[in-house]
């Protein structure tokens, strides 16, 4: 693995089902991100964590959950996925201090 | 976080110099100015960051003036593959943690034959 990586590339997804994005890292980077981008307008950050076992909402968190079990792995979670929850995913991470993140290649999903 | 104001959009013509000028009247002491660049169906990639007078890389330059209220990114002789949304954004880099970087809905810039 060279960066970051999500899975799955896309998704469409029955409302009420519960689903689970993946993202890993392998560049030690102690902050990861999730963000949403919805079709013409700009990333919105979801949750994020600064360190394994520490985790932080972001500007839309209602809705999403996530863990941070080690370094290299973040997953966003949906508990019970809602239309409104049809969008491009990215992940990313940064080292500490750092404005400059890195992205993985986004989770297209849609919810019908 | 300071608020970005940057054109919706601009189109230019391959080899020509773009520059895309970026507002933030609100800009704190600590805040630093980054720009991303946004291809259709891929995540932001960092261009360049800067806090005063001027930075340069390989990619673009970026120009600050003293007030720091507004930036602008320079793209050297652009070619059709510039072609993407360009992002501003301003922030604190957060000690201890990692940066919660607000995105507008940035310049959607067009290059042409």
Same mark, same amino acid.
């Given at each position: 693995i060279a960066g970051i990586t #999500?899975? %799955?590339?896309? #998704?469409?997804?029955?409302?009420?089902?519960?689903?689970?994005?993946?993202?890993? #890292? &392998?560049?030690?980077?102690?902050?990861? /991100?999730? /963000?949403?981008? &919805?079709?013409?307008?700009g990333l919105r950050l979801i949750h994020y964590s600064n360190t394994a076992g520490t985790t932080?909402?972001?500007?839309?968190? &209602?809705? /999403?959950?996530?863990?941070?079990?080690?370094?290299? &792995?973040? %997953?966003l979670t949906l508990a019970s996925a809602v239309p409104s929850q049809t969008s491009v995913y990215f992940c990313a991470s940064s080292e500490v201090e750092s404005n400059e993140q890195f992205f993985g290649p986004g989770t297209r999903l849609t919810v019908l | 976080l300071a608020k970005t104001t940057q054109?919706?959009?601009?189109?230019?013509?391959?080899g020509q110099e773009v520059n895309i !000028?970026?507002?933030?009247n609100n800009i704190a002491t600590n805040d630093y100015i980054t720009w991303y660049q946004q291809f259709p169906s891929q995540g932001p990639r960092f261009i360049i960051q800067?806090? $005063? !007078? $001027? @930075? !340069?890389n390989e990619v673009a330059s970026l120009?600050?003036?003293?007030?720091? $209220?507004?930036? !602008?990114?320079?793209l050297p002789r652009v070619s059709l593959s510039d072609t993407a949304v360009y992002y501003c954004l @301003?922030?604190?880099?957060?000690?201890g943690g990692g940066n919660k970087l607000t995105f507008g809905t940035g310049t959607q810039l067009k290059v042409e034959l």
């Open positions: #999500q899975a %799955p590339t896309s #998704q469409i997804l029955a409302a009420g089902r519960r689903m689970t994005l993946r993202c890993t #890292q &392998d560049m030690r980077h102690n902050a990861m /991100y999730w /963000y949403r981008q &919805d079709l013409g307008l932080g909402k972001g500007e839309v968190p &209602d809705g /999403y959950s996530v863990s941070r079990a080690n370094t290299d &792995d973040f %997953p | 054109p919706i959009s601009m189109d230019s013509y391959e !000028t970026c507002s933030h800067g806090y $005063k !007078t $001027k @930075v !340069t120009f600050i003036p003293a007030d720091r $209220k507004s930036s !602008t990114l320079s @301003v922030g604190d880099r957060v000690t």
